[in-house]
């Protein structure tokens, strides 16, 4: 593997990413620019890597570092990946060892950007992130929080635990699996074609909407939004541009993903109905409430001597598959999520007619299923006719598998 170091403050972030790879048993060569050594230092990245460090070709020349290090590499990982940086990247410029290293992989290659607030939204880098997606890098969305200085927004570079699971499931990509078979078929975990989503837009909804009652009360559900968050890492790691809509989850941001947080059905129909426009495929993992109260109290409802409350009369949500698949633009693939207590199947076939998406994941719920487990199992319907059965494992593999059906659409 390659870590390619960029000259940001974050650097010393790297470190910590580094010895993750390390301690995993990872074979890490650290690939810095120049100038990044004005934040780490070259002894601290040989000693975590144990391999000598270099940032131009002229380095041990008999051996070629400048294509050598390209072409047997696993994974080229930038992190900091910084505003200069990705512009070389994105027009080929190649005037040190990384740059070169950049042109000569044929392996994954995942850029982790890190920069202040105006350089990450600014028109210029914004194109050349979409030309590097376009040709298949990965470029993990930055996250947002203190910068350096007193400034705050988007452009902090995202955890080393974040990177380094995005990096794992790069690495632990393999082949795809077909879709459109009629038979009901046995898919163990995941498996997958090298970011096979770059270059896409997608968006997912989590968790699990309340609608509120009075100050204090609220209609909710169980969902933990553990379903949809596996489904926008997994997303990363393939190479999509990631919106994810989560209402109600306490779970860390996943790196890379573009965050939007709801709490009410209504806001989440807006969220997701806007992301959706320009967006290649959807996947409606979010547990929405069918109900809202017809009637919010703007104080809290007290008991009495006399007797519980009135009646709460409740009126229905907006159902928001239904609306993205009336709104829905050619080629736009859209997933839904069905939560069924018995007759699975046959409860979801009918679901899926009904709302007239693409195909609908139908899993069984009930004590200690699905809702705040770590793993899952589903059927994936699809509308023609085809069924793929997913045996119980980690959310991660259901959401490959997700994901690889959207994928053989969207090709």
């Known amino acids: ?43 601290t990245w040989a000693a975590l890597s144990g391999h000598p460090v270099a940032t131009d070709v002229w380095s041990d020349v008999d051996e070629v570092p400048h294509v050598r290090l390209g072409q047997r590499a696993d994974l080229v990982f930038v992190a900091p990946a910084t505003a200069n940086l990705l512009a070389k990247a994105a027009h080929g ?42 040709r298949g ?17 988007p ?23 077909a879709a459109g078979e009629t038979d009901a078929r046995r898919v163990p975990g995941p498996a997958r074609a090298h970011a096979d989503l770059a270059g896409r837009h997608v968006v997912v909804s989590a968790g699990g909407t309340r609608e509120a009652i009075d100050p204090v009360r609220f209609i909710g559900n169980r969902s933990s939004g553990l379903q949809g968050y596996a489904l926008a890492r997994t997303a990363v790691a393939r190479g999509a541009r990631v919106t994810l809509v989560a209402a109600n989850v306490a779970l860390p ?12 059905a209504e806001e989440m129909r807006a969220a997701v109905l806007a992301a959706s426009e320009a967006a290649d495929a959807v996947v409606m993992a979010a547990a929405v409430a069918d109900f809202r109260p017809a009637d919010y109290r703007d104080h809290k409802i007290k008991k009495t001597e006399s007797g519980g409350p009135e009646p709460i009369r409740l009126v229905k949500n907006p159902d928001i598959l239904v609306e993205l ?30 709302k007239g998406c ?8 009930g004590e200690n299923l699905t809702f705040g487990a770590p793993d899952n199992a589903a059927v994936v319907l699809s ?7 997913v045996l119980r494992g980690p959310k991660e593999a259901l959401a490959d598998v997700v994901w690889d059906l959207v994928a053989a659409r969207l090709e």
Not at 137 to 153: F, K, Q
Not at 253 to 264: C, F, H, L, Y
Not at 383 to 389: H, M, P
Request: charged fraction near 25%; charge should be negative; proline fraction near 5%.
């Open 1 to 43: 593997m390659i870590l390619g170091v960029g000259a940001g403050i974050a650097a010393y972030k790297v470190c910590e990413l580094l010895r993750r790879f390390t301690e995993s048993g990872y074979d890490v060569r650290v690939v810095p620019t120049r100038d990044a050594l004005r934040f780490v230092g070259e002894p």
């Open 93 to 134: 410029l190649a005037d040190d060892l990384l740059t070169n290293t950049l042109l000569t992989a044929r392996c994954p290659v995942v850029f982790a950007p890190a920069m202040h607030t105006e350089m990450w939204e600014h028109p210029a880098t914004r194109d050349n992130v979409a030309t590097l997606r376009g």
């Open 137 to 153: 890098a990965i470029v993990v969305e930055p996250a947002s929080g203190r910068l350096t200085g007193a400034d705050t927004g």
């Open 155 to 177: 452009g902090r570079l995202p955890d080393p635990a974040d990177l380094f699971e995005v990096a794992r499931r790069v690495l632990a990509g393999g082949g795809s699996a």
């Open 253 to 264: 941001d996943p790196a890379g993903a573009e965050m939007i947080r709801v709490v009410s």
């Open 325 to 354: 698949v009336a709104k829905r633009r050619d080629g736009q693939v859209l997933v839904g999520f069905a939560a069924e207590t018995h007759d699975v199947v046959e409860h979801g076939r009918d679901k899926l007619a009904r």
């Open 358 to 365: 693409d195909m609908l994941v139908v899993n069984q719920v």
């Open 383 to 389: 509308a023609d006719g085809a069924a793929v059965e």
